[in-house]
């Protein structure tokens, strides 16, 4: 009788340890395959890689410890470059400022005579351009990434007797060649859909005027 019930009792041990090695092996599944929504913190309409590049309208400090005479500080131009004086032009959108100060040491190293250099950006910001059916159409300068509706908003908002909010088009140069993006915020206004559009600088929105017969 003590053998059964020891058996019984050693049977009891392994199926408890054996339910609690499923329910962590269940957990460890849920909580491996799950992301938390901060995680995801790249802008739709933007790629990886995008919120640590320079871009037009970064003012950037540009150091030379070695030669503190050619320090200097320079905005990104519309062509995403800048100018060193007595060094040159260098290209600077796309790059993260690890990788121009690099860039720059090696593009100009005959005239160097240390090759440190240290890039830092002093502030940002970024034109798109909003146009169509809004109270203020023009430039609008942001600091931060920004969505079409944010732009809109800082144009002015909509021209609600004209605009046709169900085809606001993003006008994109990208690779040399134009993109024409259509983004229904009819959709976003109504709650119907949560995912901002974000613009990339010089982005054109274009708010189209409803058709009408009259």
């Known amino acids: 009788m003590k053998i059964k019930s020891a058996i019984r009792v050693a049977h009891q041990i ?10 962590a092996l269940v957990l460890t599944a ?21 919120a640590d590049s320079l871009r037009e309208g970064d003012v950037l400090k540009i150091s030379f410890p070695g030669a503190p005479n050619l320090d200097t500080t320079q905005p990104i131009r519309r062509d995403g470059r ?21 860039e720059i040491s090696k593009q100009f190293a005959a005239q160097l005579v240390s090759k440190e250099v240290s890039v830092m950006v002093v502030s940002s910001s970024y034109p798109v351009y909003v146009s169509g059916a809004v109270v203020r159409p023009g430039k609008v300068l942001s600091d931060h990434p920004i969505s079409v509706l944010e ?15 169900a085809n606001v088009t993003v006008i994109r140069e990208e690779g040399g060649q134009t993109k024409n993006i259509v983004v229904n915020l009819k959709l976003v206004l109504s709650g119907k859909q949560a995912t901002p559009f974000y613009l990339k600088p010089a982005d054109i929105v274009y708010v189209p005027a409803k058709f009408s017969w009259f």
């Open 14 to 23: 392994i199926l408890a340890n054996g339910a609690r090695l499923m329910l």
């Open 30 to 50: 849920i909580t491996g395959c799950t992301t938390p929504e901060a995680m995801n913190t790249i802008p739709a309409g933007m790629s990886s890689g995008e």
């Open 82 to 102: 800048i100018t060193l004086p007595s060094l040159g032009e260098v290209k600077a959108a796309g790059l993260p400022p690890a990788d121009l100060a690099k």
């Open 151 to 165: 732009a809109i908003m800082e144009a002015g908002g909509f021209d609600h007797a004209k605009a046709d909010l």
